[in-house]
């Protein structure tokens, strides 16, 4: 059926003149309201108020003027085309007796209730005056019947709309009328959801920073179906969470390289929450979620040597993350010293994408964002028959709450290869155990069921590199429950150790550390990565 009647109704009205003159110059009738009408009406566009066509005004400061049965009749009711031009159909005669003209083609955007409470979601009244009723419930209407109603909820669909309805006098092919039906109502799903999560949880967790609702309702956004995933006989999609903001590989462009696979992602992301950790220039190599390499330097290219050389054979294949720009001399380096799947940086070179360009199977990926994660952003893992949900583990320390306790404290140089390797830890796989010199990593054992089994694997990591543990630092994501990871530590030649500490044996590990002469930091944090 052609478009005869169009109503549009937008909060955002981003693109929506350009369209509304696309429509008058196919002669599709416009109706609208408030503010959208006079925009339209000051740019010349003739325009029928929709307050006129139900005999009703906007009333209670706009909460009351798209809830009429004209409106709803007309973009709920059954109808057909007949050569002449003529309606007809199960509802035609209704709609006829009632005055209810059809509404072919509805535009609409919703109150920013998603906006508005990510600002001050303290406030509640202005929380509630963004709750947008009149809208979803039109959406629906117009999905609903998307056989004969073209529904928009989404301003980059607006192009697409208007060369569809130019290229076919008037007309939207039913292909498309039923996308966009299945666009609006995942759009009213996400908003209800959002509501219901912000009122359920509203002032439920008062000093926690989070409150968890009794239900919860999530909605995200496909960004790529991948080939597979973890293994070849998995299928697999990636999708991404709305209105979340940071640096991630979520919101990334890919400018050159094969498809991001379902391991690609999970270790880019891996590696780029680890290098945003770092102030100075960073390089973090990553294989299976792990770091396997990092370093911090004057320079880039130092960094990357560091990393590099920390474990040259589990670097192989890996994820290299920076948090700087890469030029082409860095890009080189790397083309020519080892095969890699992934490199992310915040920025790259012309001369880099030039230099890469030469590899076309790398991936090259941008953050499309340079800022850290702004903590709006919760960790989900899946359990059979439900969901783990937590805060996600943005803190690091406060270095006023470090905590001296063995007879001998660190030096400054150790204190500083301490905090480094502290902040690797984070980001290895529980139980964690790094070693850490000249703010590169030695060794690293990651993922064990035993801390002092991670603590021999990091030595064995550090004699397979050619490196010297001897007056390395050692960091531990969790406290020691005994001293035997110290004694292997001694064994090896750490000089210090930073754990979180609180073990019922702390005493007899710290004097595990006096007798080897170490130094030891308590930091009262713990941070395990399952």
Known sequence: MPVKRALLSVFDKSGILPFAQTLTELDI??????GTRKLLEENGLKVMDLADYTGFPEMMDGRVKTLHPKVHGGLLGRRQVSEAGEYSGKDAAVMAAQGIVSIDLLVINLYPFESTVSRDPENLAAALEHIDIGGPAMLRSAAKNYDCVCVLVDGDDYEMVATELKQNAGR????????LAVKAFERVARYDAAIANYLSGYGRAKGEGRAYPPHLTLQFQQKQILRYGENPHQTAAFYTEPGVHGMSVSHAEQLQGKEMSFNNVADTDAALACVQSFDAPACVIVKHENPCGVAVAETLQEAYQLALSTDPASAFGGILAFNRQLDESLATEIIQQQFVEVIVAPDITDGAKLALATKQNIRVLVP??????DGTMQDYKRVSGGLLVQSRDTELLDEEQLRVVTHRAPTEDERADL????????FVKSNAIVYARNKMTVGIGAGQMSRVDSAKIAALKAGAAGLEVAGSVMASDAFFPFRDGIDAAAAVGISAVIQPGGSRRDEEIIAAANEAEMAMIFTGMRHFRH
Do not use: H, I
Not at 368 to 373: E, G, H, R
């Open 29 to 34: 009738q416009l109706m609208s309201t408030g």
């Open 419 to 426: 905090l480094f390797a502290w902040t690797v830890a984070k």
């Open 172 to 179: 939207v092919s039913v292909e498309t009328r039923f996308r």
């Open 368 to 373: 499309l964002s340079a800022s850290a994660d």
